[in-house]
């Protein structure tokens, strides 16, 4: 008795808490005008209708001291003929819960607020024609001062006021949460806007969805003031009057969806944003209209991070689909730190003939690190590395959109991808990266990708790659990793322009590439420093007949140590060799070879075994591999100090005499003073050790010669100090002079006139 008396008791409980928890109560703060339920029917089916509230123009106020939506109820709110907003608020102290359908009997737009907290679980839906704005705040400000406050219900709507301006939040803003395991469950019509702004917003397998509208989702701190504006239709959401933000969760296969025929926009403000466990974020322009923009901004974090033991991909996109002939909208991010990690995709790609969005990213520091090698299986073709991408897909006709990158700390590491790209007609994309550090660093083993940025067309591609420009403090490109641009399609391969303010780096087998099949990628480096090591290679290799691509770089020190394998390559297989042309004020350890040099080398003449990369030593070379009777590449250096170690000159082991190469206007015997910057290895006196660059003076006072007679002093014509040096016919080193391009200060004798008195 005892047991069953326990089983009545929690029976009754449950009950009374349910039917509590059902419950939506108007509080009677607007008087004659209160809010009333009744039960109705919608659509030939039962529901509770909401009726009454206090009408000024075309806004209908709504107050309740609890409202929530049961499991499997429906709610709907009575539209009366002229209204266009429904605002709603909740003023006592517990959360909203809609576990059923909450809808307008109409085609009104929906405000509800609730400074407690708003809750969705998984069998919420909305039946809304209009747009539905739902958020923690305290109230609804208007553009005449009044305020639609939950905290404050006492005050009565002003007799006239326009459509709501923004949501003032208070000391403590609830959470918004929406649960449920991917169901197109909250969905506005289309064109609409779907707002969720609270403290935290948390999706948890939620889907949000609002064909060819806007989604907004704002994480707002206390104090916070959000404006919202008209944009027929629908709303856009403003964040000028927040001064913190707090979190934004997407897990569990969360969805954000706005495709339609013009493409919808998205915002997501937050302090941190995560899209984790499956979760997307996505606009697809599906028809003839441009879509709009995305836009992701976190103040301190955004990540993206796909699951690599489930395969679940991260996808944040602003696309066009198949067929569509629109134009895609942007894709924005804005945050203090990005991290893309383990094959999650930002994207910003076309599937049709519109263009492609642009994709641009701004934040103090990116991460992209990782793949996803179990994305769709074990096929190596599914496997995703994590990526920035914009491209030209397949059947599609349209140009890509260009990817631009802000940032003071750039690392693609793991396999990590940036890339613009085309496999098809359209052209690809620029690159364009600003950064004070830039790190390409490593591959995966398990995904086997190669951390990369990249601008190419792909096999059967028609149309150009895009170009890369990269301007950087230090640029470090190492363990594999590589910069490409690559055209393995009919199209020309990009050029790369990289500006490195203090060094790049080339270590372990790290990669500057410009491929082609057809016509040439170019490369132009300047910087203080390129230091190359353990492999490093800086190439514009050409397939086929295709002529080899140019290097041209500008630099103070090119530098390697003996026998590391670094190589500078611009060869075509059938064509001509490329250009090299490279300014330093010095290279260190590299060697010029001609393919002749290769065949010896290497001891073969087969073409396909010409490979400088073959030889341990550090090569510069251009040329054709398999056709020496074309023009070969030209290879030029221009270098105010050439290292005698690469092997360029051989100085002659016998000095030259210098007294015969200097002329004299006079026999000054030991009064006059030659100086020497030596050059080459030419010292100032040919039985003294090679020294560094000095400057010797004769600092010994001219003294004159006999009697009382004034000293006539006769200006000698100033000695030039040797600039270089040419070998003659016979092979002997003349020293050659330019006249100086400023005074050293030097002061020349003259010959002393004797006078002898009679």
């Known amino acids: 008795m005892d047991c069953l008396r326990i089983i009545g008791i929690l029976v009754a409980w449950s009950s009374l808490q349910a039917i509590a928890f059902a419950q939506i109560a108007p509080d009677g703060s607007l008087g004659g005008e209160q809010s009333q339920v009744a039960q109705g029917t919608v659509q030939e089916a039962p529901a509770k209708l909401i009726e009454g509230g206090a009408r000024r123009g075309t806004n209908l106020f709504h107050s309740f001291s609890d409202f929530n939506v049961g499991n499997l109820e429906r709610v709907y709110f009575n539209n009366p003929t002229g209204v266009e907003n429904i605002l709603s608020r909740v003023t006592g102290s517990n959360p909203s819960t809609i576990l059923g359908t909450l809808g307008v009997n109409g085609n009104a737009n929906l405000f509800l607020i609730n400074a407690n907290g708003i809750v969705f679980g998984a069998n919420a839906r909305l039946d809304i024609r209009g747009s539905f704005l739902i958020g923690t705040a305290d109230s609804l400000k208007f553009d005449n001062g009044f305020g639609f406050s939950a905290s404050n219900p006492l005050a009565p709507p002003l007799l006239t006021v326009n459509v709501p301006l923004g949501l003032q939040y208070g000391a403590n803003p609830g959470s918004v949460r929406v649960q449920g395991v991917r169901q197109n469950a909250l969905q506005v019509a289309t064109g609409q806007t779907l707002a969720l702004v609270g403290g935290d917003v948390l999706l948890e397998g939620g889907n949000l969805t609002a064909p060819g509208g806007r989604i907004e989702l704002g994480s707002v701190a206390a104090g916070s003031l959000v404006s919202i504006t008209p944009i027929n239709p629908g709303w856009e959401l403003g964040y000028q009057g927040v001064?913190?933000?707090?979190?934004?969760?997407?897990?569990?296969?969360?969805?954000?969806?706005?495709?339609?025929?013009?493409?919808?926009?998205?915002?997501?403000?937050?302090?941190?944003?995560?899209?984790?466990?499956?979760?997307?974020?996505?606009?697809?322009?599906?028809?003839?209209?441009?879509?709009?923009?995305?836009?992701?901004?976190?103040?301190?974090?955004?990540?993206?991070?796909?699951?690599?033991?489930?395969?679940?991909?991260?996808?944040?996109?602003?696309?066009?689909?198949?067929?569509?002939?629109?134009?895609?909208?942007?894709?924005?991010?804005?945050?203090?730190?990005?991290?893309?990690?383990?094959?999650?995709?930002?994207?910003?790609?076309?599937?049709?003939?519109?263009?492609?969005?642009?994709?641009?990213?701004?934040?103090?520091?990116?991460?992209?690190?990782?793949?996803?090698?179990?994305?769709?299986?074990?096929?190596?073709?599914?496997?995703?590395?994590?990526?920035?991408?914009?491209?030209?897909?397949?059947?599609?006709?349209?140009?890509?959109?260009?990817?631009?990158?802000?940032?003071?700390?750039?690392?693609?590491?793991?396999?990590?991808?940036?890339?613009?790209?085309?496999?098809?007609?359209?052209?690809?994309?620029?690159?364009?990266?600003?950064?004070?550090?830039?790190?390409?660093?490593?591959?995966?083993?398990?995904?086997?990708?190669?951390?990369?940025?990249?601008?190419?067309?792909?096999?059967?591609?028609?149309?150009?790659?895009?170009?890369?420009?990269?301007?950087?403090?230090?640029?470090?490109?190492?363990?594999?990793?590589?910069?490409?641009?690559?055209?393995?399609?009919?199209?020309r391969a990009g050029n790369m322009t990289m500006q490195a303010n203090s060094q790049i780096t080339l270590a372990d087998e790290g990669r500057i590439i410009a491929n082609t099949n057809t016509l040439q990628g170019n490369i132009t480096l300047t910087t203080p420093l390129l230091l190359m090591r353990r492999g490093g290679s800086i190439t514009t290799n050409a397939a086929g007949t295709g002529t080899g691509g140019n290097i041209n770089i500008d630099a103070g020190f090119i530098v390697s140590a003996p026998n590391e394998n670094n190589d500078i390559i611009a060869n075509a297989f059938g064509g001509s060799g490329g250009k090299i042309a490279i300014s330093a004020q010095s290279i260190f350890e590299f060697n010029l070879r001609t393919r002749e040099d290769l065949q010896r080398l290497l001891n073969t003449t087969n073409p396909l075994g010409l490979d400088p990369r073959l030889l341990a030593s550090n090569d510069i070379t251009a040329f054709s591999q398999a056709n020496p009777a074309i023009d070969t590449g030209i290879i030029t250096l221009q270098t105010s100090n050439l290292d005698p170690t690469r092997g360029l000159t051989t100085l002659p082991t016998d000095f030259t005499d210098i007294s015969q190469l200097i002329a004299t206007t006079c026999p000054a015997d030991r009064g006059s003073s030659f100086t020497i910057t030596g050059r080459g290895g030419i010292p100032e006196d040919p039985r003294q050790p090679l020294m560094g660059e000095v400057i010797w003076q004769d600092e010994r006072v001219v003294r004159e010669h006999g009697g009382a007679k004034a000293v006539e002093e006769v200006p000698g014509v100033a000695i030039a100090e040797a600039q270089g040096w040419i070998v003659d016919r016979s092979g002997a080193v003349v020293l050659v002079a330019q006249q100086p391009q400023k005074s050293l200060g030097l002061t020349y004798p003259v010959c002393a006139t004797s006078n002898t008195n009679s």
């Not at 492609?356 to 074990?378: C, M």
């Open 243 to 491: 001064q913190q933000f707090q979190d934004i969760r997407l897990t569990q296969d969360a969805r954000v969806n706005a495709n339609g025929n013009s493409g919808g926009g998205i915002q997501l403000q937050g302090r941190r944003i995560s899209i984790l466990d499956g979760a997307q974020v996505f606009v697809m322009t599906q028809g003839s209209k441009a879509g709009k923009n995305v836009t992701l901004r976190a103040t301190e974090l955004l990540e993206v991070i796909s699951d690599p033991l489930t395969g679940k991909t991260i996808r944040v996109a602003a696309e066009t689909s198949r067929g569509a002939t629109g134009n895609a909208g942007n894709l924005t991010i804005e945050t203090e730190n990005l991290r893309v990690v383990d094959g999650a995709v930002i994207s910003a790609n076309t599937f049709g003939a519109g263009k492609g969005g642009d994709l641009t990213v701004r934040a103090k520091s990116i991460e992209v690190i990782g793949a996803n090698a179990l994305a769709f299986g074990t096929n190596p073709s599914s496997r995703i590395p994590s990526s920035l991408v914009t491209q030209v897909n397949q059947n599609a006709t349209g140009n890509a959109g260009n990817l631009t990158i802000e940032t003071e700390s750039l690392r693609v590491s793991d396999g990590g991808l940036i890339s613009v790209g085309t496999f098809e007609v359209g052209n690809g994309g620029n690159l364009t990266i600003r950064a004070k550090s830039i790190e390409v660093i490593g591959f995966n083993q398990g995904a086997r990708f190669i951390s990369s940025l990249s601008a190419q067309t792909f096999a059967r591609a028609i149309g150009n790659a895009g170009d890369i420009i990269i301007v950087t403090d230090r640029l470090n490109i190492a363990n594999r990793g590589e910069i490409r641009t690559t055209s393995e399609g009919s199209g």
